[in-house]
C-alpha cells in the first residue's frame, strides 16, 4: 500500500494519540488545529495552525492528505462538508453535524427509537416554562451547541430552583434542551468502529465515573450483568448503523435505577473512555479510527486484561507549569503514564491519564485508588 497521509482537524490530545498509531504504523499525518496552539507539532508531520476559516490554510491542508478524519466534533459543519467534497472524510458531515448539536442528536435517537433521556427543546423562557411543566422534577438544562466536560449546563433542582427567568438568562439567544435529570444507578459507554464497507466492532463497555461532571474513571470490565453490558453493545452498533456511521464513535449512556440503559450523547470519535484500549486491548480505538479512514480492515477488540483508566487533571499540578513527581504512580505494578504535553495546568483541564491493568478488576480498581490518594 502507498504511504498515506491522513489529514485531521482539531488540536487537542486525541490528535496527538492519532499521531501517534500513525508514527508506528508507518503514516503520515497533518493536523489542522484551527488555532490551539497546544502541541501538535510534536507528533504530526505537520501541524497547521490558522483559523477553520482561513483560506490559506484550507488549501494548505487539503491539497496534502488522502483522507480526513476529525478528533474533535465541534468543527463548522460547511468546513467538513467542503472538504469531503474533495478528499474522502469519515466521519461523514452529516453524522457530525448529528453529534454535535443536541437538538439533533436527541432528535435523532427520539426518531430511531432509541431509548434516551425525556428532553424538551426550548428557545425562549415561555418554552422553558412549558417544558417544566411537562417534566416534573429535577431537570438540567443544556446548550445545543459547544458544551464538553458538563459546561454550557445548569441544574434545576426542584428544590430551591431559581425562577424561570433567571435560569433562560444564562441561554439567551441559543437552543437549549431541557432534560429529566436521572437518578444515576451507573454510566457506562461503548466504543463502536464502523467500516465504509459496513463491518462493525464494538469494545467492551467501560463503566465510568464522573467527578464534576468530568470522567474521573473508566473500569473495564464495567461491573453489571452480561445481559446490560449485550445490550448496550447492540445498542451502540444500531446508533452507529443508523448515522451511517464510518470510523470511531463512542456512545454514553445512563443507567437508571430500573438498570434500564439511556443513550445520553454520542462522541463522533475516539473517546476519552476508550483511552485503555492504547494498553489493554489488542487494537487501540486511534489504530480503528486510522484503519476505518483509509479502509482497512478493522482490528479485533479484545481486552487482554482488566484495566482501570485515570484521567489527571491540572488540579494535580504544583504549577501551571510544574508537574507531578510521578514516582508514587509509576511504582504501581501494571501502571502506564500518558501526558498530553499541554504546556499550561488549570483546574479540571486535561493533562493526562494513567491506566492500571492488572489480572483482576477489583485489583486494577485498588491500584488506580491507592494512585488517587498519593496525589489527593
Ligand atoms: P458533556 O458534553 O459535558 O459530556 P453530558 O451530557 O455527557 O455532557 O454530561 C456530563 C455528565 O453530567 C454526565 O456524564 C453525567 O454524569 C452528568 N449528567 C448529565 N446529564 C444528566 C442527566 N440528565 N441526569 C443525570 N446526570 C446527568
Ligand atoms: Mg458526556
Known amino acids: 500500500m502507498d504511504e498515506k497521509t491522513i489529514g485531521v482537524l482539531g488540536g487537542g490530545q486525541l490528535g496527538r494519540m492519532l499521531a501517534l498509531e500513525a508514527r508506528r504504523m508507518g503514516y503520515k499525518l497533518v493536523q489542522w488545529t484551527g488555532g490551539d496552539q497546544s502541541g501538535a507539532e510534536l507528533f504530526a508531520d505537520q501541524a497547521i495552525y490558522g483559523s477553520f476559516d482561513d483560506q490559506a ?33 469519515f466521519p ?6 448529528i453529534c454535535q448539536d443536541r437538538e439533533l442528536e436527541k432528535t435523532f435517537l427520539r426518531e430511531n427509537g432509541i431509548p434516551t433521556t425525556p428532553f424538551r427543546i426550548v428557545q ?3 418554552e422553558l416554562e412549558s417544558a417544566l411543566a411537562e417534566l416534573p422534577g429535577d431537570v438540567i438544562i443544556k446548550t445545543a451547541r459547544d458544551g464538553y466536560d458538563g459546561k454550557g449546563q445548569l441544574a434545576l433542582p426542584v428544590e430551591n430552583r431559581i425562577s424561570n427567568a433567571e435560569a433562560w438568562s444564562h441561554f439567551t439567544g441559543l437552543r437549549a434542551i431541557v432534560e429529566k435529570k436521572i437518578n444515576l444507578a451507573g454510566e457506562i459507554s461503548v466504543m463502536v468502529v464502523r467500516g465504509s464497507d459496513g463491518q462493525v466492532v464494538t469494545y467492551d463497555p467501560a463503566e465510568n465515573e464522573h467527578k464534576n461532571h468530568i470522567l474521573h474513571l ?4 464495567a461491573r453489571l450483568s452480561q445481559e446490560t453490558l449485550d445490550l448496550a453493545r447492540e445498542i451502540a452498533q444500531s446508533v452507529a448503523e443508523k448515522l451511517e456511521y464510518v470510523g470511531v464513535i463512542g456512545v454514553e449512556f445512563f443507567i437508571d435505577q430500573d438498570g434500564k440503559l439511556l443513550v445520553n450523547e454520542m462522541a463522533p470519535r475516539p473517546h476519552n473512555s476508550g483511552h485503555h484500549t492504547l494498553d489493554a486491548c489488542q487494537t487501540s480505538q486511534f489504530e480503528q479510527q486510522l484503519r476505518a479512514v ?13 484495566v482501570v483508566m485515570l484521567n489527571l487533571l491540572g488540579d494535580i499540578w504544583k504549577s501551571e507549569a510544574e508537574q507531578p513527581d510521578w514516582t508514587a504512580a509509576l511504582e504501581i505494578p501494571g501502571s502506564k503514564l500518558h501526558l498530553y504535553g499541554k504546556k499550561t495546568a488549570k483546574a479540571n483541564r486535561k493533562m493526562g491519564h494513567l491506566t492500571f491493568t492488572a489480572d483482576t478488576v477489583e485489583e486494577a480498581l485498588q491500584n488506580a485508588e491507592k494512585c488517587i490518594e498519593a496525589y489527593r
Open 57 to 89: 490554510a484550507f488549501e494548505q491542508f487539503v491539497s496534502q492528505v488522502d483522507a480526513v478524519t476529525v478528533e474533535f466534533e465541534n468543527i463548522p459543519k460547511n468546513l467538513v462538508a467542503k472538504i469531503s467534497a474533495l478528499k474522502p472524510t
Open 294 to 306: 483509509i479502509g482497512l480492515p478493522l482490528g479485533a477488540t479484545g481486552l487482554l486484561k482488566p
Open 92 to 97: 461523514s458531515s452529516e453524522a457530525i453535524a
Open 218 to 221: 473508566s473500569i473495564v470490565p
Open 124 to 126: 425562549s423562557a415561555e
